[in-house]
């Protein structure tokens, strides 16, 4: 994507647009951590100023080209903006999720040794590892209490450097995955992959799916995600009228932002979808024409429940799927047409449509010889993309344990079909033989309005364990029994509140601590060598 008559770039993004005269405002839910005094409504050249001036921080920290800089803080979009700052030095941006535990926050440090690790108090308050006294340190608020730690007083007012662009094919950024299975994997990404072929890709001006000038583009995720990067850049080089930025699917802070702008198009992470279901009749989503979902597999009920929301006559959801080692791989429109469930028909969101034309490439195959297997078999699924991170930091042979020439293994179950849709299963680590947990979640939460979220965890040698989370805390035995007849054999399910189950930053259910949670075996139906 040619943005004013050249690449999109990281590291002068928001210089770029400023350039163009964009007038895209930036509306957020809270004011930025790292910028309180700046308010919650930025434009183009604010946020250029602000990326140079954390540049300048970075600088006199010490940080050169080509040096690591882990970004540990608690979630906003602040989190972007330093990772631009740190790409303008030439340096590669590391963000790391606040819900990291130390243990798993020490692996991940251990494997990158960062020339420079951000924090904030909250991190270093009882979060920082020990183990990791000697990397240099930014506290971003208040004191840094460690005395060879620096405070943001010890960097202030030291002028950035030019802009230092890498190389179209060196690390640009690494990006860490969700983690439901244990330690995430550091995915290290390019120029080329990030930006040219995925924000690249987002940034043309494709019907329905690119933001329009007057389009009201509202985000909610993760935004120390891989996905935070590419959205900013794609977003930011198409212009809408505004970006709102929410920071919490807590609904105390997301109504404001929603009630005020009215977006026409809301991105956010299937949890925080099911976590506003109840909210839709507040009209905040009134003009929404098109909703995009990634990061995890979104049940039925939800989708219906947005796409009825919305008073636009023709409202699409756009389910993608992919990975943070692979971008977008197929994406699916979904209609209010699409979500009926007629003439005992279920409606399914697995179906996850086809691959992006011209784009990527999908195959299935035997999950012990690795060898590809006739359509509508299923198997272990396979992508070829020219977008393919890089590298997973530290853990070389995983990575090419995973591919095979051009192909990438995903880690996930599913069938294509004859005419090429994919339908997915499960990860292969939580399969559940003769079925897919993921349908039969999807057909619980169809059949009980009252559960908010289905959860079902394969278990060797005795039947899956439903876990669900109930609107009002209880079920009727019978409505459950009616509703899993003709379902495999299931467990007694077991009755959870929303906040204890163990989730990942971008809001997956972490399915390896539910199981330890429950005091189930660690074992599953699956190998759990390819995750």
Same mark, same amino acid.
């Given at each position: 994507?040619?943005?004013?008559?050249?690449?999109?770039?990281?590291?002068?993004?928001?210089?770029?647009?400023?350039?163009?005269?964009?007038?895209?405002?930036?509306?957020?839910?809270?004011?930025? &951590?790292?910028?309180?005094?700046?308010?919650?409504?930025?434009?183009?050249?604010?946020?250029?100023?602000?990326?140079?001036?954390?540049?300048?921080?970075?600088?006199?920290?010490?940080?050169?080209?080509? #040096?690591?800089?882990?970004?540990?803080?608690?979630?906003?979009?602040?989190?972007?903006?330093?990772?631009?700052?740190?790409?303008?030095?030439?340096?590669?941006?590391?963000?790391?999720?606040?819900?990291?535990?130390?243990?798993?926050?020490?692996?991940?440090?251990?494997?990158? &040794?960062?020339?420079?690790?951000?924090?904030?108090?909250?991190?270093?308050?009882d979060r920082r590892p020990a183990e990791h006294a000697d990397v240099r340190t930014l506290v971003l608020d208040g004191e840094a209490g460690d005395p060879s730690a620096l405070s943001l007083d010890d960097v202030r007012g030291h002028t950035a450097p030019a802009p230092r662009r890498p190389r179209v094919d060196d690390p640009l950024a690494i990006v860490h995955t969700s983690g439901t299975t244990g330690v995430p994997k550091l995915v290290v990404h390019s120029t080329r992959t990030l930006l040219r072929r995925l924000a690249g890709f987002e940034a043309h001006r494709w019907p329905v799916l690119a933001s329009r000038p007057d389009d009201v583009v509202a985000a909610a995720?993760?935004?120390?995600?891989?996905?935070?990067?590419?959205?900013? /850049?794609?977003?930011?080089?198409?212009?809408?009228?505004?970006?709102?930025?929410?920071?919490?699917?807590?609904?105390a802070e997301a109504r404001l932002p929603l009630d005020e702008h009215r977006p026409t198009i809301v991105e956010a992470q299937p949890s925080t979808f099911v976590r506003w279901r109840s909210r839709t009749r507040s009209g905040a989503f009134d003009r929404v024409r098109l909703y995009i979902s990634t990061f995890d597999a979104v049940h039925p009920p939800t989708v219906r429940t947005f796409l009825n929301a919305t008073r636009h006559p023709r409202p699409i959801w756009l389910q993608g799927w992919g990975q943070s080692e692979t971008g977008p791989l197929t994406f699916r429109f979904l209609t209010r047409r699409a979500m009926r469930a007629e003439h005992g028909r279920h409606p399914t969101t697995r179906d996850l449509g086809r691959p992006v034309p011209g784009r990527t490439r999908l195959r299935v195959v035997d999950r012990d010889t690795l060898r590809p297997v006739p359509r509508g078999t299923a198997g272990l699924l396979a992508c070829s993309t020219k977008a393919l991170?890089? #590298?997973?930091?530290?853990?070389?042979?995983?990575?090419?344990?995973?591919? /095979?020439g051009q192909w990438f293994i995903t880690g996930d179950l599913g069938v294509l079909t004859r005419s090429g849709r994919l339908l997915l299963l499960d990860r292969e680590t939580d399969a559940l033989p003769q079925a897919s947990c993921v349908e039969v979640e999807d057909v619980i939460e169809d059949r009980l309005p009252g559960v908010g979220e289905c959860v079902v965890l394969s278990v060797p040698g005795r039947p899956a364990q439903p876990v669900l989370v109930v609107e009002d805390g209880r079920l009727d035995p019978e409505q459950w029994r009616d509703a899993v007849a003709d379902l495999p054999e299931l467990a007694d399910p077991v009755l959870m509140e929303w906040g204890r189950l163990p989730r990942t930053a971008t809001g997956k259910v972490r399915r390896a601590a539910l199981r330890e949670h429950l005091g189930l075996e660690p074992g599953t139906h699956g190998t759990g060598k390819w995750t």
């Open positions: 994507m040619a943005l004013f008559g050249k690449r999109i770039e990281l590291g002068t993004l928001f210089e770029d647009v400023a350039d163009r005269g964009h007038s895209t405002t930036v509306h957020l839910s809270r004011p930025l &951590d790292i910028a309180p005094g700046m308010g919650t409504v930025l434009d183009p050249p604010a946020l250029a100023g602000l990326v140079r001036t954390a540049a300048g921080w970075f600088a006199a920290a010490g940080v050169k080209p080509g #040096d690591r800089v882990a970004i540990s803080k608690r979630d906003h979009w602040d989190l972007v903006l330093l990772c631009c700052a740190a790409a303008r030095l030439g340096a590669v941006p590391v963000p790391l999720s606040a819900h990291l535990e130390t243990d798993v926050l020490d692996i991940l440090l251990k494997r990158l &040794d960062p020339a420079l690790l951000v924090v904030d108090s909250a991190r270093t308050a995720f993760s935004f120390a995600h891989g996905r935070a990067l590419a959205w900013t /850049a794609a977003v930011s080089a198409l212009g809408p009228a505004k970006m709102v930025v929410i920071t919490s699917a807590d609904w991170c890089l #590298d997973y930091v530290g853990e070389r042979e995983r990575y090419l344990r995973k591919r /095979a």
